[in-house]
Structure formats: structure tokens, C-alpha cells
């Protein structure tokens, strides 16, 4: 593997944390806020925050088929080379 594609693989993954992070956070804020405008306390709130949960652990197994993607592809490319 060169240098530069292992790079773009580690930037790749690496931004799985902040993708999380937001997934989580604007699902909450969007409970939050639909909360106050419909006066549902707590209910958006937390139906939105599972969407956000949902959203982020979408992402992880998207990275985790990607990462077992690329790793079944150096193995081919060993096998050839």
C-alpha cells in the first residue's frame, strides 16, 4: 500500500468520530427544538436522539464494511503481486 492511499484511508476513518458526534447531536437538537414548538416534552426529543443513534450506527457499520472491503482487497493484491 503507498503512502498517499494509506493516508486517505486513515482520513477516512478517522473522521467517523465527528460523524457520530453530529449524527447524535442534531438529532438532538431537532427533538429539542420540535419539543418546544409542539409542547411533547420529552417524546421528539428522545424519538429524534434515537434517529441521531440510528444515524451513527449506520456510519460505523458503513466504515467497518469498507475497512473489511480494503482489507480483502490487499489480499488480493498479494496473492497477484
Given at each position: 500500500m503507498s503512502r498517499s492511499q494509506f493516508l486517505r484511508d486513515l482520513l477516512k476513518f478517522?473522521?467517523?468520530g465527528l460523524?457520530?458526534?453530529a449524527a447524535v447531536?442534531?438529532?438532538l437538537l431537532m427533538g429539542v427544538?420540535?419539543?418546544?414548538?409542539?409542547?411533547?416534552?420529552?417524546?421528539l426529543t428522545m424519538?429524534?436522539?434515537?434517529f441521531g443513534f440510528a444515524a451513527?450506527?449506520?456510519?460505523?457499520?458503513?466504515?467497518v464494511k469498507a475497512g473489511l472491503l480494503m482489507?480483502?482487497?490487499e489480499k488480493?493484491?498479494?496473492?497477484k503481486g
Open positions: 478517522s473522521t467517523l460523524e457520530m458526534g447531536v442534531i438529532g427544538y420540535l419539543d418546544r414548538q409542539f409542547g411533547t416534552r420529552p417524546w424519538v429524534f436522539l434515537g451513527a450506527a449506520r456510519a460505523v457499520i458503513r466504515a482489507e480483502e482487497e488480493d493484491e498479494e496473492e
